[in-house]
């Protein structure tokens, strides 16, 4: 069984950065493609960034263009979120959760495995 940990959630004002991290314990971190989503209250579950095994080509959700970067680096085994300018709408429990292929999928939200999230509460 895979188990992905994240870190790094927390209460920003608006305005703010938060970088969240993801780690995976078992081998083959390094093999597929991952992904954040996120679940704001009384809403479903959306996709937030994508990156392929190699972390080389991303994807975003029109909300986290420009604002968000996903990053992967393998030899450390963790998947990161850098969020900047963030929102009150952007209050969500962020998880990371992995692919099983090495490329991102058309179904963002087809992930194998997820993490139990952080909480990241945007608000003045």
């Known amino acids: 069984q895979v188990q992905l940990v994240e870190s790094g959630g927390g209460l920003v004002q608006p305005g703010q950065s938060l970088r969240l991290s993801c780690t995976q314990s078992q081998f083959g971190f390094s093999l597929y493609a991952m992904t954040w989503v996120r679940q704001a209250p009384g809403k479903e579950v959306e996709g937030v960034a994508s990156?392929?095994?190699?972390?080389?080509?991303?994807h975003y959700a029109d909300f986290a263009r420009g604002r968000f970067a996903i990053s992967k680096d393998n030899d450390k085994d963790t998947l990161y979120l850098q969020m900047n300018d963030l929102k009150p709408e952007d209050t969500a429990i962020y998880y990371c959760?992995?692919?099983?292929?090495?490329?991102?999928?058309?179904?963002?939200?087809?992930?194998?495995?997820r993490g139990q999230g952080t909480q990241v509460t945007v608000s003045s």
């Open positions: 959760a992995r692919y099983n292929t090495s490329q991102i999928p058309t179904r963002r939200l087809a992930y194998e495995y």
């Open positions: 990156t392929t095994r190699s972390g080389a080509s991303t």
